[in-house]
C-alpha cells in the first residue's frame, strides 16, 4: 500500500502498522483472508453475496412505493432495449465490410443494400437517443421517489441513536458509508442503476460478440488484428487493489503536528464562527504565514486519509512492468496492415475498412468487458452500502436500552400524580469513565436526595457536576455502583417514563435550527406528541395557535418574552436559518463582467426581504429560550415532571437576571425535586436541602449550608471568597 515501514506489535500480533503520507494506518490482519489480499474479486463476491438478502428487501421496499411500480418496469424495459444498440450498430458496421468486400471483387456496389444500411444505421442512431430520452425521463421521478423514501430510513435510523454511541466515530463512519455519495443521488437508487448495468452490460457484451464473431469469420489477419487490439486494452488497465481498506478492520490516526495544525487553520479561516475573533484581533496574516510554514512541511504527504491513500495505491500501479508491452502492443495493429496492403495493394479500401472496424470494436469489446469486470467492485461497493444502509436501522445503543422498544421495563411511576410530591435520587459508590476516556469521571459517589428537595453540586470546572446530571437522565450507564430513582434502579425503569419524568437544561444545551416557537414548543414533548397526531389530518404544523399561549408563557417564565416579542417576525424567528438565499458572486458595490453595478437593493424589495443573515442574539438571550424549552413542561404543561435538573442555568444571565429566575423556579417548584449544578454560591445554596461540594470526580464535602459553613472545609473557604467580592 505504501512504501513506508512495517511495524509489527508483541502485544497485538495480528496488527500491522503502514505510514500511509501524514497517516498512521493499523490493521487487523486477520480480519481479511489471504485469498481477498491477492485478488480483490474475492472480497467484491463475499460483499455481493452478504448483501443480497438487503438488496432483496430493498426491492421489495421500492416496490412497495405505490409510485415506483410503474416507473421500474417502464426503467427495466428501457434499460433493456437500449443495451441491444450497440450490438445493432455493430451489425450494420459488419454489413458495411461486406459491401467494401463486394466492391472490391467485383468492382460492383449493391446500391439497395448500402441504402438499407445506411437507414438501418440511421434508425438504430435515433431510437439510440430515443431511449436515452426516455431512460432519463424515467429514472428522474422513479430516483425523487425513491430518494425521499430512504431519507426517512434514515432520519429514523439516526433518531434512535443514543449520545454514547452517535458520538463513536465507527458508528459516524458506517452511517456516513450508507448515506448517498452525493447530494443528488440515493444509496438504493445507485445499487438499482449498477446491477442493472451490470446485467445490461452482460447482454451487450454476449450480442456484440457473436456480431464480432460474424464480422471476423471472413477476414484474413482479423484474428490476428482482434487479438492486439484486445491484449493493448488489457495491459491498460491498472487495478487498485483497496480491499483490505474496505472490508477489513482498521485505524487511521495521525500525530502529525503540521497537518493537524494546517487543517485546524483551514477551520479557523474559513469557517464564519471564527470571523469576529480574526478580524477583531487581526490574525489573518499571522494565520495565513503559519498554514503557509506548515504546509510546506507536509505538502508531499499532506491530504485527508483517502486521498493520500488513493494517491500512494495509484502512483504504486501506475508504471508496471506491462507499460512496456503496452507501448509494443500499441502499433502491432498498423505494421500488421501495413504489410498486407505491400503484400497486396489490391485490398488497401477493405484492410483500411477492416483494420478501423476490427480494432475498435474489439476495443469497445475489450472495454465492456473489463467495465463489467470492474463493475463487480463497484456494484460490491453500492450493494454494501444498501446492508449497510439496512444495518444502521438496527446498530446496538450503548446505553443498555432498546431504542425501538422504549416501553420495556418497568413504569415509572405508578401513580402519575405522584409526580408533583417529586422522585427521590440515589448514588450509590457511582463511578463512570466518558466512552473513549481513560480517566474516571466520577469516581465512588454517593449520595441521597429525598423527594422534593432542593440539590445544588458546586465544585471546581471538569469536577464532575454535569456528569451527574447526565446519568441521572440516563444519557449514560455508570461503569460501576448503582442509581436509584424512587429507590428502584434505573437501569429497570422504562426509559420513556423517565424521560417524561425529568426535564433538563444541559450547560451546552442547543438551540435547534428551527423557529424560536418550536425551539420552546420543544420542552413539551408529550403534547407535541398528541398535537403532532391530530395535525397529520389536517396537514398543519404540530405547533398550532392554540400552543402559543403556552408558549408565551414559557418564554415569559424564561425571561425571553420580551425581546422575543421584539423581533420582527417574533415567535416565526429562526435563530439559525438552515436554508439560505443563493446570490449570484458579485458583491454589492462591485461591477459585474458587463460593467454593470451590483446593487441588491431592488431585488430584494421585490422579494419582500431575503434571509440571508442569521438571527443576532446575545448569549444571555439565547440561554433564556433554552430556559423557556424548559419551563414549557416542567411548570406550564398539566403533565407534570417530578425532577428539574438544571446545569449552570445562569452562566450567561446578569446578576438581575439570575435572581428573578432562581426566585421565579423555587416559587414554581412546588414540591418537585430540583437539582442545580452551579459555579456560584449564595442565592441558591442557602436555600438547598442539599449541598454537594465536588472535587476531582469525588464529592468531597456535602450538608445543608449552616453545617458545610460549620465544617470549614473547601465550601466555606469558596464561599467566603465570593462573599468578600461584594463586601
Ligand atoms: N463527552 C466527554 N467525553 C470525555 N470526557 C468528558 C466528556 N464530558 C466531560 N468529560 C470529562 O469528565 C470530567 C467531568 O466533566 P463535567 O462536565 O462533569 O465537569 P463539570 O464539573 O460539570 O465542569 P464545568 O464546571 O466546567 O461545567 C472532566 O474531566 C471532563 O474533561
Known amino acids: ?18 505510514k500511509v503520507g501524514v497517516w498512521d494506518l493499523y490493521e487487523d490482519t486477520a480480519a481479511i483472508p489471504p485469498s481477498a489480499r491477492i485478488w480483490p474479486g474475492f472480497s467484491s463476491g463475499m460483499v455481493i453475496v452478504k448483501a443480497a438478502p438487503y438488496v432483496w428487501r430493498m426491492i421489495k421496499d421500492v416496490a412497495s412505493i405505490r409510485e415506483c411500480w410503474s416507473l421500474l418496469l417502464g426503467y427495466l424495459a428501457v ?84 449520545v454514547p454511541t452517535f458520538e463513536d466515530p465507527a458508528v459516524q463512519r458506517q452511517i456516513e458509508l450508507s448515506l448517498p455519495r452525493h447530494a443528488h443521488s440515493s444509496t438504493a437508487f445507485d445499487a438499482v442503476t449498477a446491477s442493472l448495468r451490470v446485467i445490461t452490460t452482460a ?24 487479438i492486439f487490439s484486445f491484449a493493448h486494452a488489457f495491459f491498460q488497465r491498472t487495478e487498485v487493489n483497496m480491499s483490505s481498506i474496505q472490508h477489513g478492520i482498521w485505524v487511521a490516526s495521525t500525530k502529525n503536528e503540521d497537518y493537524i495544525r494546517t487543517e485546524g487553520l483551514k477551520r479557523a479561516i474559513g469557517n464564519p464562527a471564527h470571523r469576529k475573533e480574526i478580524v477583531a484581533a487581526g490574525l489573518g496574516a499571522y494565520l495565513l504565514e503559519e498554514y503557509r510554514h506548515a504546509l510546506s512541511r507536509i505538502a508531499d504527504k499532506t491530504g485527508d ?17 506491462f507499460t512496456i508491452f503496452q507501448e509494443i502492443l500499441r502499433g502491432l495493429p498498423e505494421i500488421i496492415f501495413t504489410l498486407r496492403a505491400v503484400q497486396k495493394p489490391s485490398t488497401i479500401p477493405l484492410s483500411l475498412v477492416s483494420l478501423n472496424l476490427i480494432t475498435q470494436t474489439t476495443k469497445a469489446f475489450t472495454f465492456q468487458a473489463f467495465s463489467l469486470y470492474d463493475d463487480t ?22 446505553v443498555n436500552i432498546d431504542y425501538d422498544s422504549p416501553y420495556l421495563g418497568t413504569s415509572f411511576p405508578e401513580e402519575n400524580s405522584s409526580l408533583s410530591m417529586g422522585v427521590s435520587v440515589e448514588f450509590r459508590d457511582v463511578s463512570f469513565i466518558y466512552p473513549g476516556s481513560t480517566s474516571y469521571a466520577l469516581k465512588n459517589v454517593s449520595f441521597k436526595l429525598g423527594k422534593g428537595q432542593l440539590c445544588v453540586i458546586v465544585g471546581n470546572n471538569g469536577s464532575g457536576k454535569s456528569t451527574i446530571l447526565k446519568l441521572i437522565s440516563r444519557l449514560y450507564d455508570p461503569a460501576e455502583g448503582q442509581i436509584l430513582i424512587n429507590d428502584i434502579d434505573i437501569r429497570t425503569l422504562r426509559l420513556s417514563d423517565l424521560r417524561r419524568a425529568i426535564s433538563v437544561l444541559f450547560q451546552d444545551y442547543t438551540l435547534f435550527p428551527l423557529s424560536i416557537r418550536d425551539n420552546i414548543a420543544l420542552g413539551d414533548l408529550p403534547s407535541l406528541m398528541s398535537s403532532s397526531e391530530s395535525c397529520i389530518s389536517s396537514s398543519s404544523s404540530s405547533t398550532t395557535k392554540s400552543d402559543l399561549s403556552k408558549i408565551r408563557l414559557a418564554a415569559k417564565l424564561g425571561g425571553a418574552a420580551s425581546f422575543i416579542e421584539r423581533l420582527p417576525e417574533g415567535y416565526d424567528t429562526y435563530l439559525d436559518k438552515p436554508v439560505q438565499d443563493y446570490f449570484s458572486p458579485v458583491p454589492d458595490g462591485s461591477k459585474n463582467v458587463f460593467g454593470r453595478l451590483v446593487d441588491y437593493g431592488s431585488i430584494k424589495g421585490a422579494m419582500g426581504g431575503t434571509s440571508e443573515h442569521n438571527r443576532g442574539l446575545s448569549g444571555g438571550q439565547m440561554q433564556r429560550i433554552a430556559l423557556s424549552r424548559t419551563f414549557m413542561r416542567s411548570v406550564v404543561s398539566e403533565d407534570a415532571v417530578g425532577m428539574l435538573l438544571f446545569d449552570e442555568p445562569s452562566a450567561s444571565l446578569d446578576p438581575t437576571a439570575e435572581h428573578d429566575l432562581f426566585e421565579r423556579l423555587r416559587k414554581l417548584r412546588g414540591s418537585k425535586t430540583m437539582i442545580f449544578s452551579s459555579h456560584r454560591f449564595g442565592n441558591l445554596t442557602r436555600h438547598a436541602d442539599l449541598i454537594l461540594y465536588m472535587h476531582e470526580s469525588a464529592v468531597v464535602e456535602e450538608g445543608r449550608h449552616d453545617e458545610l459553613l460549620k465544617k470549614e472545609g473547601e465550601y466555606a473557604r469558596i464561599w467566603m471568597l465570593q462573599a468578600q467580592a461584594f463586601l
Open 377 to 398: 467492485g463497484a456494484i460490491a461497493d453500492k450493494l454494501n452500502a444498501v446492508r449497510l444502509l439496512y444495518k444502521i436501522i438496527k446498530i446496538p445503543n450503548r
Open 79 to 162: 434499460e433493456f432495449m437500449a443495451c441491444l444498440m450497440p450490438a445493432l450498430s455493430l451489425y450494420y458496421s459488419g454489413q458495411l465490410i461486406s459491401i467494401v468486400q463486394t466492391a472490391v471483387d467485383h468492382r460492383k456496389v449493391d446500391t439497395s443494400l448500402l441504402m438499407r444500411v445506411a437507414v438501418g444505421n440511421m434508425v438504430a442512431s435515433l431510437a439510440s437517443r430515443t431511449l436515452q430520452y426516455a431512460q432519463q425521463r424515467i429514472a428522474t421521478p422513479l430516483h425523487l421517489h425513491i430518494k425521499a423514501y430512504y431519507s426517512v430510513h434514515i432520519f429514523h435510523a439516526m433518531s434512535r441513536l443514543d
Open 203 to 226: 447482454i451487450q457484451l454476449i450480442s456484440q460478440f457473436t456480431i464480432l464473431l460474424n464480422v471476423l469469420q471472413d477476414q484474413p489477419d482479423g484474428l490476428l488484428l482482434a
Open 1 to 18: 500500500m505504501s512504501k513506508s515501514k512495517k511495524k509489527s506489535f508483541k502485544k497485538y500480533p495480528n496488527i500491522k502498522h503502514t
Open 305 to 321: 486519509f483517502f486521498e493520500v491513500l488513493d494517491t500512494q495505491a495509484r502512483l504504486k500501479d501506475g508504471f508496471s512492468k
